[in-house]
């Protein structure tokens, strides 16, 4: 059943195959333009003024000196910059009013001939405020926490089977966790170069969804979208901070109707803590009561977060819960409370990733007071359907994925008890945590064309922020088209081409897949009615999916996984390392092995990054976030990431879309902070319930 | 960053002329930490002196057996020097722990020991801080100082020094040579370094317009037993929690001679003279570090969260001075 | 090696002319020769992308932090964001685009990020190549690092194994967490050289 490579029934299929990166070339040869990489003639830069108070009202600005500056065009504050139609994101209404929500909020922008003229005149912008009180500190009790009737994902915020108290257990946990604000920090800062010419408005922007992007500025600049052109040809990296429009795109759309040349605004990495979104931080409290054979009983897991002034998001950090394990009493909830906080948003797995960290952890702790193998509680407790919803599952192999990993790790010669092993002044251990990610897809429209060369032309606006969207599209219609992936030309990145979803949710492919494989399809249809060859004026074939992707399902789709991590806890400095990694999917069909796999093992660093290094501080007497540079928020390096290996099982599941596909780009950061935790208890005996696992917490744990 | 004007020196005579005749000057090595600080608006320099490509750059043994170490020496070329490798195997260490391979082949050894703090309240010109704008206020004594000092910290200023290297020069007795009009002096490189007290501007004892020209590394400590250890949040290409440099001789299963110094817990490299005295002439045993090192760190003035620094920087001393110990028995 | 003066203006001499605050500077990049008049400000990595438009090296964090930036001067890797470009007047700069041999053949080390698919968002891959190519180079010249055993000969070509070459790629972050695969390709690129 377990399969690394190619997917079943491959044979005369492009799917499943590993084809290289069609875009690769250019990446490794620096030929692959970003979306400040866009020389116009008469480009300026511009470069924002972040807030220095954490709340109040900017009362003047002084520019005077700034335009003294040589180079400098415009210096642009919410006196002077052209008036927006409010957005839904108020993160975008910038440079608009007076009101400074929380430190590092915009208010001016500077566009001047060169990045240097730019820099130094943001530095000569003189603003006043008043300040007023603000409060950035996220507290299990604050007063002003209240219960939010949905949360991120329109999920419900409360869900409650049974009654509130749970049931009689012969063993229970009770436990709190806590993981602190993480920053999505893509290796590219968020940019854009917009260039407005006789009213047709084009922009290069790094996001992961042009249309958005497009319709957003529409809206905002009161034009019609047929007269904006977002390009996203090449995005370097997103992890859903660049899922919706950021600031970047409005203040270069602004900047160039106020100067009337193109404008590239590319954020300065200390300024992206503040604008472009975070994980925000959960304190979790996770109840679950057992009877001696490992069955759950009651299961209660509560979460309270933060949200800014300026919108409400949610991190659903209990929802998974509702999938994972059922019981009699369940009972999730969320609880939110506004501080003069910068917004979050997602940031990859928003809710599994924190959520999953806590449940699999206290998963943990209750296999350790039963005495229990922790992959076999968590085979007794998989259930045979949605436990929240009642629902089948279209396909759920996580026990599959559970052994399989544990064969590969070598669990079953694991002796439980904690501390026993060590090497030196080295603790060693193992941990184990499941994962999972809801099939999420939308719908999405798709052309292809057959040519008379023999080629065909695919067309989607879908976005390739390193996924590899580009090449398994590619596949998905030369399997579709029956034809050899060589003659399938495939257009992305670009909202001239058909409409089509972000990149997000992990749900990019089986959106754009499902239209691709139509259009294919359907071309393919075409194709014959012409005897197999194209006229001369080619043959083309649309397709949209809408009604049949959003349709409501009889099933619930996820995706499972497992994850098995060996830790090595040095006791003398409380220093951790990774020494394995490992993870087993249950995915669906695997369209792409390389590039999959990628997918997977980025999802695990970065879960070892949360797990380990990774952590942002609201500083409460300024703020903003201390750890504000890539010197100081711990983004894993080179060294800290071991060989890490991702697997799969082979699985066919007819009830999420024509591919048979699930979504991977967000699975693997799921379950890997817990399966480390775990590993790190097994090691000391100690349990460190708060992320992440630096060398201050852990050497207190084992007592200096 | 406002603009500068650029003088490149071709001796060192020429440079600090320069600089003397330049108001505003600064002195430009490799660069990686002043062109950040520029970047940052912390420095705001008239004029850049390049000091980069003076003849300063060789390393050379001198004939008492020291090695002299040109200032313009880049950080990889100094760590990988065979005699450094072999003689001071704890500045090799210290290097090799710091930055990344890209930065240490820019980065000078004088600019190394000239490079300021990573305290994130000094690198933000929007929040107080005494050492940037002496009389604003520390935003890190009640802030967020995880990473601060522990030992010989003040009311005006709780930063540390972030460098690995000038910890190895510290322990291994190097002196750091200097050069202005008034002439050349040699100061120890364990004094170069000061404690903020109610001058936390001052990061060194180095005076307007003097230049580094050199780092003797002495005869003294040539090929005794030595290493450098360091405590971070990630396993490379981060600054350190805390860390530490040990040159030890026993003799007899007595310590002959101790050189222990400390990164990361105070305003400048920790000579921990205390446990050194406590420990020459004693026994080179476990409880004998332990003891010793105590008495050195009952010093420490933990703030409100860094009090793990302590411990830590305990358990590295020991543990590098206990592995010296075995190695030199063995 | 800059002396601290926070103490005000230095004594004696003669006060100097206003400094010019820009330069011609002659660099070459990639084998051809670029004469500049630039601005003392502009760092090497805002010359290539904004006025050589080569734009393969990247901007990530623009402070030394990431590495998105490696390039080569005189053979060896550098952050092009924290080099003043005035300051390598009479320099070597090789940039990602600049390792394409003959032909426009790829340097081997690009075919092996392509064989190993060691890369996703590829924003990161420029400065990992050529932070690969000075790797490479540094170790055959016998460079230690941080996990070279201290007993290892001086002056001795480093062999570079998995942990060698993580170290010593530790400059160059990838969000996508492609690590294991560029240790991959590094590998087969030192493998089939020794």
């Known amino acids: 059943m377990a399969g690394t490579g190619t997917a079943p029934g491959a044979t005369h299929s492009a799917l499943g195959a590993p084809a290289e990166r069609i875009e690769g070339r250019l990446k490794v040869t620096g030929g692959a333009r970003y979306a400040a990489e866009h020389p116009l003639p008469g480009r300026a830069q511009a470069w924002p003024v972040p807030a220095t108070v954490a709340r109040g009202r900017v009362t003047a600005v002084d520019a005077a000196d700034a335009l003294r500056i040589p180079g400098v065009l415009a210096v642009l504050t919410h006196e002077n910059a052209p008036r927006l139609a409010e957005p839904d994101d108020r993160t975008l209404f910038v440079l608009q009013d007076a009101s400074v929500p929380h430190r590092g909020w915009f208010v001016a922008l500077v566009v001047a001939e060169t990045l240097e003229s730019a820099r130094a005149a943001a530095a000569a912008v003189r603003v006043d405020y008043a300040v007023d009180e603000h409060d950035v500190t996220l507290t299990p009790d604050h007063p002003d926490a209240y219960e939010p009737e949905t949360v991120n994902g329109d999920f419900p915020g409360r869900r409650e089977i049974g009654g509130p108290d749970g049931a009689p257990a012969a063993v229970r946990v009770d436990v709190g966790y806590e993981v602190t604000p993480l920053h999505n920090h893509p290796m590219e800062p968020h940019a854009s170069t917009a260039h407005w010419d006789d009213g047709e408005l084009t922009v290069y922007s790094s996001s992961q969804g042009g249309n958005t992007v497009r319709d957003t500025l529409a809206s905002m600049f009161e034009t019609s979208a047929e007269h904006i052109t977002v390009v996203s040809a090449h995005v370097g990296g997103g992890f859903g901070s660049k899922g919706t429009p950021r600031p970047d795109v409005v203040l270069a759309v602004l900047a160039a109707r106020a100067t009337g040349r193109p404008v590239t605004v590319s954020l300065p990495r200390r300024y992206l803590p503040a604008v472009v979104g975070h994980r925000a931080p959960t304190l979790h409290r996770v109840r679950l009561g057992a009877g001696r054979d490992g069955r759950l009983v009651s299961l209660a897991h509560e979460v309270t977060t933060y949200t800014s002034h300026v919108k409400e998001f949610v991190e659903q950090a209990a929802v998974s819960a509702r999938v994972m394990y059922g019981a009699p009493h369940h009972f999730t909830t969320h609880h939110v409370v506004r501080l003069d906080v910068p917004s979050p948003s997602w940031m990859r797995a928003p809710g599994e990733a924190p959520g999953m960290y806590a449940l699999e952890s206290a998963m943990d702790e209750l296999a350790a007071e039963l005495g229990m193998d922790p992959v076999e509680l968590r085979a007794v407790n998989d259930p045979d359907r949605e436990p929240d919803s009642g629902k089948p599952f279209s396909s759920r192999h996580l026990v599959d994925c559970l052994r399989e990993g544990a064969r590969r790790f070598g669990w079953s010669g694991r002796d439980p008890r904690p501390g026993a092993r060590a090497e030196g002044p080295l603790l060693l251990g193992t941990g184990v945590a499941a994962a999972t990610y809801p099939v999420l897809v939308s719908p999405s429209t798709a052309e292809a064309e057959a040519r008379p060369d023999g080629t065909f032309a695919v067309r989607v606006n879908a976005t390739d922020i390193g996924t590899g969207a580009r090449t398994v599209l590619a596949q998905v219609a030369a399997d579709a088209l029956g034809v050899a992936l060589e003659r399938v030309r495939i257009e992305v990145g670009c909202t001239t081409l058909p409409a089509a979803p972000l990149a997000g949710g992990s749900s990019g492919t089986s959106s754009w897949g499902w239209a691709v494989h139509d259009a294919c399809a359907r071309l393919a249809e075409r194709l014959a009615e012409h005897g197999g060859t194209p006229p001369a004026a080619g043959v083309t074939a649309r397709a949209d999916t809408a009604g049949r992707a959003d349709a409501e399902s009889d099933y619930a789709r996820h995706a499972f996984g497992a994850h098995f991590a060996e830790a090595a806890v040095d006791t003398v400095t409380g220093e951790v390392r990774v020494r394995r990694l490992l993870g087993v999917y249950a995915a669906g069909r695997i369209l792409n092995a390389r590039t999959a796999r990628s997918q997977f093992v980025g999802g695990m660093t970065m879960g070892l990054g949360m797990a380990l290094t990774e952590t942002s501080t609201l500083d409460p007497a300024f703020g903003d976030f201390t750890e504000s540079d890539l010197a100081s928020y711990h983004v894993p390096a080179h060294a800290d990431v071991p060989d890490v290996e991702a697997h799969w099982i082979d699985e066919s599941d007819p009830h999420v879309n024509p591919m048979g596909s699930k979504g991977i780009g967000e699975i693997g950061i799921v379950g890997t902070a817990a399966a480390i935790g775990n590993a790190v208890h097994h090691a000391t005996g100690v349990r460190f319930r708060e992320l992440p696992l630096t060398p201050d917490k852990v050497l207190r744990g084992l007592g200096g | 960053m406002k603009p500068f004007g650029y003088v490149r020196a071709a001796s060192v005579e020429e440079a600090t002329e320069a600089f003397a005749a330049h108001p505003g000057a600064r002195y430009l090595g490799g660069g990686t930490n002043l062109v950040d600080l520029m970047k940052l608006g912390v420095e705001r320099p008239a004029v850049l002196v390049d000091v980069s490509r003076l003849p300063l750059d060789a390393v050379e043994e001198l004939d008492d057996g020291s090695l002299r170490v040109g200032a313009a020496v880049r950080n990889s070329d100094l760590a990988a020097h065979p005699l450094v490798r072999d003689r001071y195997p704890a500045l090799s260490q210290a290097l090799l722990a710091g930055a990344s391979g890209q930065l240490r082949n820019a980065a000078t050894t004088g600019g190394n020991l000239l490079q300021r703090t990573r305290c994130p309240y000094f690198q933000d010109p929007a929040k107080p801080c005494n050492k940037r704008q002496p009389g604003q206020g520390c935003g890190a004594r009640e802030g967020v100082h995880r990473d601060h000092a522990v030992l010989g910290h003040s009311e005006q200023c709780i930063a540390t020094h972030p460098s690995d290297m000038a910890v190895a020069l510290a322990a291994l007795d190097a002196r750091v040579e200097l050069f202005d009009e008034e002439g050349a002096r040699s100061v120890p490189a364990a004094e170069f370094h000061r404690l903020p007290g109610d001058r936390p501007e001052r990061d060194t004892m180095i005076r307007p317009g003097e230049l580094i020209t050199s780092v003797v590394l002495p005869a003294a400590t040539a090929g005794l037993p030595s290493a450098y250890r360091k405590a971070r949040d990630r396993a490379s290409y981060a600054f350190a929690l805390a860390s530490v440099a040990v040159v030890l001789r026993v003799a007899d299963g007595r310590v002959a001679h101790a050189g222990i110094a400390f990164g990361a817990l105070a305003h400048r490299p920790w000579r921990a003279t205390r446990a050194e005295e406590a420990l020459v002439g004693g026994p080179a045993t476990p409880d004998a570090f332990a003891h010793a090192v105590g008495l050195e760190l009952a010093a420490a003035q933990p703030l409100r969260d860094n009090g793990y620094k302590v411990p830590l920087a305990r358990n590295i001393a020991v543990d590098v001075l206990t592995r010296l110990a075995s190695a030199a028995a063995s | ?194």
């Open chain 3, 1 to 194: 090696m800059g002396s601290e003066n926070d103490d005000g203006a230095a004594p004696g001499g003669a006060p100097a002319a206003p400094a010019e605050q820009r330069s011609a500077t002659t660099l070459r990049v990639n084998a051809e020769h670029h004469t500049l008049d630039l601005d003392h400000r502009r760092v090497l990595l805002d010359v290539l992308r904004e006025d050589l438009d080569l734009t393969g090296a990247k901007k990530g964090c623009d402070h030394g932090q990431c590495g998105a930036c490696t390039v080569l001067v005189d053979g060896r890797r550098v952050n092009s964001c924290l080099q003043l470009a005035v300051a390598l007047d009479g320099c070597e700069v090789t940039t990602v685009e600049g390792l394409l041999g003959e032909g426009e053949a790829l340097h081997p080390l690009q075919r092996a990020f392509l064989d190993r698919d060691a890369f996703q968002c590829g924003y990161c891959t420029p400065g990992q190549i050529c932070s690969a190519v000075g790797v490479i180079a540094e170790a055959a010249a016998g460079h230690p690092s941080h996990v070279t055993a201290p007993g290892a000969p001086s002056g001795r070509p480093v062999p570079l194994d998995r942990d060698e070459i993580r170290e010593r790629l530790s400059g160059n972050l990838c969000r996508c967490g492609a690590y294991p695969r560029i240790v991959d390709a590094v590998e087969d690129v030192e493998g089939a050289a020794t």
